[in-house]
């Protein structure tokens, strides 16, 4: 069974940075997807950035050029570096994941295995 825990949330200023973190466990996947989605309170939930197992990426227009998605295949570890921040990304962040055999990967493919989630707030 996979597992996901996400670490690196917190409270910074607008303009700030931060890093999230993504520990995966129990893959059996030999291809898989994995995304950062969003849900702030009152507000549907978004998909952030995806990254396929060939390292492909997918982007919200709100945060290109901003957030950067990326893993360590030796450490198991789903990255979101967040740059820029703005008080619009202050949501509560979700780490998904799974195989890419059926769906494909992106942002708009269901996913059916997620983290707890981490909490990212923006100051003004």
């Known amino acids: 069974q996979v597992q996901l825990v996400e670490s690196g949330g917190g409270s910074v200023q607008s303009g700030g940075s931060l890093r999230l973190s993504c520990a995966a466990s129990g893959y059996t996947y030999s291809a898989y997807c994995m995304g950062w989605f969003r849900q702030a309170p009152g507000k549907e939930r978004e998909g952030v950035a995806a990254?396929?197992?060939?390292?492909?990426?997918w982007y919200a227009d709100s945060v290109k050029g901003r957030f950067t998605i990326s893993q360590d295949y030796a450490k198991n570890t789903l990255y979101l570096q967040m740059n820029s921040l703005k008080p619009d990304d202050t949501a509560m962040y979700y780490c998904?994941?799974?195989?890419?055999?059926?769906?494909?990967?992106?942002?708009?493919?269901?996913?059916?295995?997620w983290g707890q989630g981490t909490q990212v707030t923006i100051s003004s």
């Open positions: 990254i396929d197992s060939d390292g492909s990426t």
């Open positions: 998904a994941a799974d195989s890419r055999a059926l769906l494909g990967c992106g942002l708009s493919r269901t996913f059916y295995t």
